[in-house]
């Protein structure tokens, strides 16, 4: 329970989801194989997605329409990882979810200070962009979506890694949404947030009929995410949480040591 | 929101997840006390509790869907239809390789 809430606060105020903190609390205080911390790590993903884009400022951020059509590459991705993920040997998941901690360290010393994208309200947004209002500037904010191919191809591996490890996939799609293909950074964090529920599922369904949940444990880690997400925005409200970035990098770059020994053992 | 018309899905949207993140945390909630009571109903609970949460992305996408047809959004309407079947594929793939 300390662990589910543990990770969705965190998550929440480091604006990613709880997973890479949350499978390794599994796997190595609980004891859970890899797969099974893994598994309910998933169910934790769609338990914050649900939770947090029923707001509606968050709501009017979400792209529906980008959403649902990279929604395409990230479940086709999670499939492909579902076919990878019983062929593939402890070993290599472990290694795997160590390049992932060291990725999404690394993404996080760089996002410390966000930047926001420069409003241009009166641009065509084309075909999968979008406008919102932006409540911190008072801004209307119009963009286009740039290097589609590089948005489905980004999609599809982090549904891929999503399967794979037990994260949203949101710390890969972010970014590159952002810098590469010029969705703002709070749109792009929104519409992604929403993405992951439909993407977590594909990994969790699969995972949850070969009975690798148990089912005790993903409920206490989902009510832990639900009452720590809730907990986390609140807090995130009032605070940058740029120190709170740095330190969390840290943290991950230790786990995926651990984990790099763990495969090379 | 790009275009207009998506308030009413953005409705659907908040009101289905809302929700059923609400049902899906009493049954998960309940399920555990059953279990810590000793109640053999408890597994089912807990199974009912995530089958719900799980399903909450597969209804989201199904209200796109029908919300796409029905205002005549091709490119919606075959995205969230895409997304479905990979869903049922995988689903039907997982319970075979059991």
């Known amino acids: 329970m300390l662990g589910g809430v543990g990770a969705g606060c965190l998550g929440a105020l480091l604006g990613i989801g709880g997973g890479v903190f949350l499978v390794p609390v599994l796997n190595l205080l609980v004891h859970l194989s890899f797969r099974q911390s893994t598994a309910i790590s998933l169910v934790t993903v769609i338990a914050t997605s649900s939770v947090t884009s029923v707001s509606p400022t968050r709501l009017q951020l979400i792209n529906l329409r980008l959403g649902m059509v990279l929604e395409i590459f990230t479940t086709i991705g999670g499939f492909s990882g579902l076919l990878l993920v019983y062929a593939f040997s402890d070993r290599t998941l472990y290694v795997a979810f160590a390049i992932v901690m060291m990725v999404v360290a690394l993404v996080m010393v760089r996002k410390r200070d966000q930047r926001t994208s420069s409003p241009d309200p009166t641009i065509d947004v084309g075909l999968l962009g979008s406008r919102y209002f932006d409540a911190e500037t008072q801004q209307d904010v119009a963009y286009r979506v740039r290097r589609i191919p590089v948005a489905f191809g980004v999609s599809f591996l982090a549904g891929a890694v999503s399967t794979l490890v037990g994260i949203g996939g ?19 964090a929104a ?38 997400s809730r907990l986390g ?25 651990l984990y790099f020994v763990r495969a090379a053992r | 929101m790009s275009g207009e018309g998506f308030e009413r899905l953005q ?15 009493i049954a998960l909630a309940g399920g555990l006390l059953l279990r810590f009571a000793g109640i053999p109903v408890a597994e089912w609970v807990l199974d009912a509790g995530l089958i719900a949460l799980m399903a909450l992305p597969c209804a989201r996408i199904a209200f796109s869907f029908a919300d796409a047809v029905r205002r005549r959004d091709r490119l919606l309407a075959f995205a969230t239809a895409m997304v479905l079947c990979v869903m049922a594929v995988s689903l039907v793939y997982s319970l075979h390789a059991r």
């Open chain 2, 11 to 25: 409705g659907q949207i908040e009101t289905l997840l809302g929700g059923g993140v609400i049902v899906s945390a």
């Open chain 1, 170 to 188: 949101g710390v890969l799609k972010v970014p590159a949404l952002n810098a590469w293909c010029g969705v703002p950074i709070r749109a792009a």
């Open chain 1, 233 to 257: 925005f609140a807090i995130a409200e009032r605070t940058r949480a740029r120190g709170l970035k740095l330190i969390m990098a840290g943290v991950l770059t230790l786990e995926a040591v």
């Open chain 1, 191 to 228: 519409t992604s947030a929403l993405m992951i529920g439909a993407t977590a599922v594909v990994g969790a369904l699969a995972y949850f009929v070969r009975g690798e949940i148990v089912a005790p444990l993903a409920a206490v880690a989902a009510l832990g995410v639900l009452a720590g």
